[in-house]
């Protein structure tokens, strides 16, 4: 129940296109569901975050959709750069406002072809 | 203003060997995690901390300690190295108000 599991686990597109990448969990007791991305060599930083009484949430070229009733949220990546290759990370928080714990998805590899 | 350091960033470490490594944040969090990166399978939670003097356990502890005697510092020990211990360690901070983690740039840990 603790688990969110994140598909697909390498992703090539080319510059311009769409990037999607699928999370589903089981706990509906997860309030919070952050999107990380990690650069070689680094590690990973907050990239956007949303809660579920919303359904979409948009910043610049990056926007989450989330479903409730399916459990499921994805990440979209309009007009993908080269610079947006990475590997992206869903997670889940329970009690993110006190001791929350996050739970990662298995991450996701992206690589934007120019 | 740093974040949050960890050093090393890389060893290497025979069987059965003891080694720890180290986090400092200077953000003043009260939260602090570890976690262990491996290809394919995302981020496990090691050990985590709420604040000076308080730790739990998280998914994967087996293997590992750790102690919290200031706000700052949040060491991850390995006694007996094993090979399954071959991963990228992250520690990272959070304040507690949003689900934001502070990720430190990893030690990569390799067990021969």
């Known amino acids: 129940q603790q688990q969110v599991k994140q598909s697909p686990q390498s992703l090539i597109v080319q510059k311009g296109g769409i990037s999607i990448i699928n999370c589903a969990y089981e706990?509906?007791?997860?309030?919070?569901f952050p999107w990380y991305q990690q650069f070689p060599g680094k590690g990973p930083a907050l990239l956007i975050a949303?809660?579920?009484?919303?359904s979409e949430k948009k910043e610049g070229r990056f926007t989450i959709s989330f479903n409730k009733s399916a459990k499921q949220f994805s990440l979209h990546i309009m007009d993908s750069q080269p610079g947006d290759s990475a590997t992206y990370f869903c997670a889940a928080v329970v009690g993110s406002g006190n001791t929350g714990k996050l739970i990662f998805g298995q991450g996701t590899t992206l690589q934007v072809k120019p | 203003n740093a974040g949050v350091t960890q050093t090393p960033k890389f060893r290497i470490l025979k069987i059965g060997q003891s080694m720890t490594l180290q986090c400092a944040q200077d953000m003043n969090h009260n939260y602090m995690y570890w976690y262990r990166q491996d290809p394919g399978m995302g981020l496990k939670l090691i050990y985590y901390s709420v604040g000076a003097g308080i730790t739990d356990k998280g998914e994967v502890p087996n293997g590992y300690n750790v102690s919290r005697s200031t706000t700052e510092d949040f060491p991850l020990r390995l006694e007996l190295a094993a090979p399954s211990q071959t991963s990228v360690y992250f520690c990272?901070?959070?304040?507690?108000?949003?689900?934001?983690?502070?990720f430190g740039e990893g030690s990569r840990l390799t067990v021969l």
């Open positions: 949303i809660r579920p009484d919303v």
């Open positions: 990272a901070t959070r304040t507690g108000n949003t689900g934001e983690l502070f």
């Open positions: 706990n509906t007791a997860f309030d919070y």
